[in-house]
């Protein structure tokens, strides 16, 4: 008697924790660059380098990167840009997580505050927050299936999201601009602040599909002149491949991206001018591939002829509630108050999406964030043309989930696809954006699952004391299987011979039964 098993492939989260950093850091101005006047507008960005994990801890490297556009004290190079990074280095206890599981980091950037010293030295200062958990994938065998003709088994249908690849993986995409005829030639890239909009994952055959666009916005000097700054603002679509093996268009492939480096640069044309802007991204991608299965498992069995006696464990396994994409609108209006200086125009509109908090609320999901939105104007007054309005906005979005439990696992990841900033006057702008929120929600769920089978020969005489033909009355909770089961016959049997067209039996029905034994 040989049992065909097959095994159940699922993740499984062992351990989180969450770490707080505090990085403080002076910085020089570097002896190339002007005396630094006025901050404009400054940016920063947590990447994680390496990641281990140990037994109940994790240790984390990584860096805060940081840029400045700050407006100088010489009037011939009115804008300059400074960058740099604060490392960091540090270990999180994780309860559960194991040398052997991979770990995973969420880091966020809660709060960036660059102070100007004086005119040669800054301050940064940066409130990171890690959120670190391990990963396992564990296999558990069960039967599907019994290679012998004298065995009566009984099965069951379970759906299942089963975790077909776990794996991290880099993409790297490049895509261009050539400058409009009346834009000069570029110079000198002052500020540049590419951003991923309205990018969406797809596995399709034996590769990873990433789509979307890079919202690039840009300021520049001309090749021949630094009197005057110029700027573009494109959306360029990309769509990249990764390589993924035995991946096709009906699993689901859940996608965290983090862009882990920018560089915008200036490229020649055809004729060798310097009029291509090209915008370089690596993307760190931690990719789990899912595939939607129906397992027919054996649950019970038994023999007529030999006594058998079945080892059951409880199998884990995923069950998908949803796979959704929820768009959430948000905006308000901002009144600029008494100023010094009038906007004439809104030349850039930037944001940055986090996830504060997530909680299970009924049939659903809440989701609170916020959006960091960065507003780049020119301003009437010739000695501070450039200037930015900075604008926090919270949002709030329940994502529909019948039959969300407190124990359900969910991933939510939150991107910008649009944002729109107009002046609706003299005092007074309006911001609308929509963030995308993608979310996998899966429950988990348990069976008893068979795994292997002892057999022993019958106790006759026992059995010699069991009538062979018998009247039943079924009970209430009854089935066929077990009352076949208890008077070591067949559910077939039975049918056969109470002319039963199905296995629905009913309380009070009469049964004849006859005990089927070689």
């Known amino acids: 008697m040989e049992l065909i098993r097959k095994n159940i492939n699922m993740n499984h989260v062992c351990g989180k924790a969450g770490l707080k950093i505090t990085l403080d850091d002076d910085f020089i101005v570097p002896d190339s660059k002007p005396d630094i006047y006025k901050k404009i507008i400054d940016e920063g960005e947590v990447v994680i380098e390496s990641l281990k994990a140990g037994d109940d801890k994790a240790g984390i490297t990584g860096k805060l990167k940081f840029s400045l556009l700050y407006q100088t004290d010489r009037g011939s190079t009115p804008l300059e840009c400074m ?5 960091f280095n540090d270990s999180v206890n994780v309860p559960g997580m194991s040398a052997g599981d991979m770990a ?3 880091p966020a950037l809660d709060d960036l505050t660059i102070s100007i010293i004086n005119g040669r030295k800054i301050s940064v200062s940066a409130i990171v927050s890690l959120e670190v958990y391990g990963e396992n994938t564990y296999i558990s065998p069960a039967a599907v299936d019994i290679e ?19 794996k991290r993986d880099i993409l790297r995409i490049r895509e261009q601009y050539e400058l409009s005829s009346n834009k000069p030639n570029i110079g000198n890239i002052v500020w540049s602040a590419p951003e991923l909009r309205n990018v969406e994952t797809k596995a399709v055959t034996d590769e990873l599909q990433v789509r979307g666009d890079i919202h690039l916005f840009a300021m520049y000097y001309a090749e021949d002149s630094n ?4 700027y573009i603002e494109e959306s360029l679509p990309f769509v990249g491949k990764v390589p993924l093996p035995g991946a096709n268009e009906g699993m689901i492939a859940n996608v965290a991206i983090t862009p882990s480096q920018k560089c915008v640069s200036a490229k020649p044309d055809y004729d060798g001018e310097p009029r291509i802007m090209e915008a370089e991204l690596v993307l760190d991608l931690d990719i789990k591939l899912y595939e939607e299965q129906t397992l027919n498992l054996i649950t019970d069995v038994y023999s007529v002829k030999n006594n ?3 080892m059951q464990n409880t199998a884990q396994y995923d069950e998908l509630l949803i796979r959704n994409h929820t768009r959430c609108r948000a905006g308000d209006k901002v009144k600029l108050g008494e100023r010094k200086d009038k906007i004439l125009q809104i030349i850039s ?3 940055g999406i986090s996830i504060d908090e997530m909680t299970v609320a009924e049939d659903g999901l809440m989701v609170e964030g916020a959006a960091k939105v960065n507003i780049l104007y020119i301003s009437d007054n010739d000695n501070e043309r450039i200037g930015c309005i900075t604008k926090e906005l919270p949002f709030s979005q329940k994502i529909d989930a019948s039959g969300i439990r407190e124990d359900s696992f969910y991933t939510v990841s939150a991107a910008v696809e649009q944002l729109n900033t107009a002046m609706l006057g003299s005092d007074e702008l309006e911001i609308k954006f929509i963030a995308g929120l993608d979310a996998l929600i899966l429950n988990p769920m348990d069976t008893q699952v068979i795994t292997e089978l002892e057999e022993e020969p019958l106790d006759y005489n026992v059995i010699r004391k069991l009538p062979g033909i018998s009247g039943y009355i079924v009970k209430a909770g009854d089935s066929l299987w077990n009352i076949a089961k208890k008077h070591y016959t067949t559910v077939e049997r039975i049918m ?7 296995e629905n039996i009913k309380p009070g029905m009469k049964l004849l039964i006859t005990r089927s034994m070689s």
């Open 349 to 351: 509109s930037t944001a």
């Open 496 to 502: 056969e011979l109470n002319n039963l067209p199905s």
């Open 227 to 230: 009197d005057n700054v110029q």
């Open 104 to 106: 995973k980091c969420t």
């Open 83 to 87: 960058e740099g990074s604060i490392d």
């Open 148 to 166: 012998n003709n004298d065995v009566c088994f009984l099965k069951k249908n379970i759906g299942l999201l089963a975790l077909v690849e776990n």
């Open 308 to 310: 058998i006696k079945p």
